[in-house]
Structure formats: C-alpha cells, structure tokens
C-alpha cells in the first residue's frame, strides 16, 4: 500500500517562503511521476509542479511556474516543494500525488492515484 505523508505547511506572511516535503513509503520510489497539487474550497484541485522520479524530469503546468520549485531525494523517497514570494492566493490545501502507472509520460496527465492527507498553507497580506 503506498502512503504519502506531507508536512511542511503553516501560516506565512506575503514574501515568504516554505518547503513542502512528501514522503513516500510501501513502493518502489522511482519509475513514477509525482507531483503537488493545491486546493481551495470550492475550486478544482490544481497541479502546481510534477517530477519524474528517475531522472528528475520537472513539469510546471502554467499555475506553478516561476515561484514553484519541485525536487526530490531519492535516498530518502521523498519530494519536496519549495514555494518562494508567497502570496495570499496561494494560500489553499497542498497535496503530493503519485500515479499508479509506472513510466515518465504521465506526469501532466490526470493520472494519481496516489494522494497525501495534505499540508495547509496560509499566506496574510
């Protein structure tokens, strides 16, 4: 059974900066794409940055480009989201996903299966 366990949110002011991380445990760590999602009540759930596990190929849909980094330690299975500049409409409920599927084509795809209880982020103006 793969669990996913993220940690690393909080209250934060306008500016700031936090590291999200997701660890993985129960399956093999590679061979899949991961990826962070956010959610604001009464919206859809959100891809922020995906990464492919072998080879750390990252993806940033247009939502998490430029103050959003994913990475990764593989020793320590692992995924990180670093979240620079925050801003109050970032503030939402951030989730790791996983996919089912093994191979690196799917992480833009709709395809986790996978999902962490989530992490909350709140940013004040």
């Not at 700031?16 to 999602?37: E, I, K, Q, T």
């Not at 891809?47 to 072998?54: E, F, G, P």
């Not at 670093?82 to 093994?102: F, G, H, N, W």
């Amino acid at each position: 059974q793969v669990q996913l366990v993220e940690s690393g949110g909080g209250a934060v002011e306008t500016g700031g900066s936090l590291r999200l991380s997701c660890v993985v445990s129960g399956d093999n760590y590679r061979a899949h794409c991961m990826a962070w999602f956010r959610q604001v009540p009464g919206k859809e759930r959100e891809a922020v940055a995906a990464i492919y596990t072998t080879g750390g190929s990252t993806y940033y849909p247009d939502s998490g480009k430029g103050r959003f980094t994913i990475s990764q330690d593989n020793d320590k299975n692992t995924l990180y989201l670093q979240i620079d500049d925050l801003k109050p409409e970032d503030t939402a409920m951030y989730y790791c996903a996983r996919t089912k599927v093994s191979g690196g084509g799917y992480c833009l795809s709709r395809l986790y299966d996978y999902w962490g209880q989530g992490t909350r982020v709140t940013v004040s103006s």
